[in-house]
């Protein structure tokens, strides 16, 4: 389990309007998986987290295309400036990576 399968499945819960449950499935990705990943934001098809997507922060506006590979520690988007979408296939994104 990872934090896909939260993000996932609220994403369900959201599309037919189920109320909390979305919510709840938030706070249990930044519970178990200390990651802020929120329903707002775009993960495409084959993407996945390493190590269990442990301390993964997302920004609400980002969108990820498909067949991506995350590390850990990685924080996408925010800082107060412009976001460019990652809309990219088959990327590799670790940390300490910058623009």
């Known amino acids: ?44 098809e084959g993407t996945t987290f390493e190590h269990r997507g442990i301390g993964i922060v997302i920004n609400r506006d980002t969108t990820i295309g498909k067949d991506c590979v995350i590390q850990t520690h990685v924080v996408m988007g925010g800082g107060g400036g412009y976001l460019e979408p990652l809309s990219s296939k088959t990327m590799f994104i670790s940390e300490r990576v910058q623009k």
Do not use: D, W
């Open 1 to 44: 389990m990872n934090p896909l399968f939260f993000y996932r499945l609220g994403c369900i819960l959201k599309k037919y309007h189920i109320p909390l449950l979305p919510r709840i499935c938030e706070g249990m990705t930044f519970l178990v998986f200390n990651s802020s990943i929120p329903l707002a934001c775009t993960i495409g």
